[in-house]
């Protein structure tokens, strides 16, 4: 049988066939594309899609393993929940390594142009903007309209190269997108080092 299409109706495939409810043996579930635990839509469900879709374009990150040579690999791509949408498989080792480029191929099918999005750009904000009431409306205020509503992502500056993205929880019902920080310009830089002392 082949894979269906689509980040739910994979899922759903994922969880038959670790179940053995299919023909293919329990032990290639970790080989069919599903859902990354801890991920929108990755929650347990073999008996049909969990839920109805949602009503707007909800990003997701898809995974499975391949053996490449002696060792397994493993592969990511973007997924909507409310429509079969699929992006291109990225390969690499997680936590930044593929998985980020999946998911922001997601969001930039369920939110275009979010790159544009005005960014945290300090750590401890990552907490407290989204807990003020006051601080979160004055950053949203910048996004386009219905998005927040509709799950856009908070973009934040990385603390360090390749930090993943986090994907909604319970204390953050968002994807928390981590981008580059931009160049600093050279008139900031001391000339020398005894600018330093």
Known sequence: MTE?????ARQTYYWRVRNARTRAPA???PRTWHIQPGH?????????HELDP?????PTLLTRSRQSGRRE?????GGCLACDWEGPVHRGDGYGDGDNDAVEDAHDHAFPGWRTLPPITR????WEIPQSRHRWVQLTSRYPEGWVDQGAPLVVWNRHHREAH????????????RVD????SRAEAPTDQGALF
Request: charged residues 30%.
């Open 54 to 58: 949602p009503a707007h374009h909800t």
């Open 40 to 48: 929108p839509g990755g929650a347990y469900c073999d008996l049909g």
């Open 73 to 77: 690999q493993q592969e990511f791509r």
């Open 4 to 8: 269906p299409t689509g980040a739910r």
């Open 166 to 177: 986090a994907p909604p929880h319970a204390r953050r019902p968002r994807y928390e997108l």
């Open 123 to 126: 750590v401890r904000d990552r």
């Open 181 to 184: 920080r931009p160049p600093r």
């Open 27 to 29: 032990e290639s579930a």
